[in-house]
């Protein structure tokens, strides 16, 4: 991946591996010192990169009271990107998109392809629970 | 402080470029991303796609703000060319704004099955009526002459719950 591929939100390597470790935790975070160990820096260069992603808004650093000293949490401000579940919905390629909607001039009631695709979702996911349950059973 | 919320890298971005405006989309984006200010002509001949398809799909993504050009003018082919550009700093505003369509479309559907008995033919391409409507069509569909039948809406309301609740999530 090339340099400009890199992202966008525009992240160093490792101020980006941080911000993902932190994505992974959620609303807990992790305690400043935890981070360095996953990512196997100093400290030094962890509380830069903490810093970077906080003035980015990023990131929440919160003082926390933890083994004996006082240390941050870092905690994430984002949110990772999930558009699976809106995933082969029909209105973000629809050319109705921008005038479908209460203040519109179309309805969704109307709509064939909104109502396939919520079909298809309970289809899809009556399909994932058998094979689950299949899994179980096996 | 910039506000953020969603942290999108290169595969979300490309994602968001997929929903919007299928495959095609995604590969246009994916070769804008790693070569930007690239012309019409470039594009095509490098995605070997018609450029008349490939000025089309640029306007549609410029249209939601994906994407943008800068108009310059080319002294070697002595005209203006179009140079493009992704509008990275759009895609945050882009994908909340289709999270509440949705959530929006949604909840009047929602509203819409709460509040009628709806009547359907059975066949997946053909809409639903509401007793008025199929009253109207002497209870059968227009589309396929099939008879309209008592819609059971449980199932459909279920994962219209289910999809406005976890949109609200990520929203949140």
Known sequence: MSPQMHDYV???KLEEKALKLLLQHGEKGLLQSELWHLLGITSRDGSRVAIKLEKRGLVKRVKEFANDRWTMRLISQVKPLDLSIIRDSPCPPCPYNDSCGPSGNYSPTGCVLIE??????SGSKDKKEEAT?????? | MEDYMFYIDAEGLLSVFRLMGGAEAEELAKLLLTRPGMREDELASALQMDVKRVRKLLHQLNELSLVAYDMVVDKELNKRV???RLQQEQV???VKTQLKRIAERLRMLKKHYETNQLYWCGNQGCRKYIFDEALDKFFKCP???GRLMVFDSTELLRIVDEKLAEINKLLE
């Open chain 1, 10 to 12: 525009k992240l160093g």
């Open chain 1, 116 to 121: 396939s695709w919520l079909l298809a979702l």
């Open chain 1, 133 to 138: 349950a299949q899994t179980m059973r096996a």
């Open chain 2, 82 to 84: 179009f140079r493009w």
């Open chain 2, 92 to 94: 945050q505003g882009v």
């Open chain 2, 143 to 145: 589309s396929c002459g």
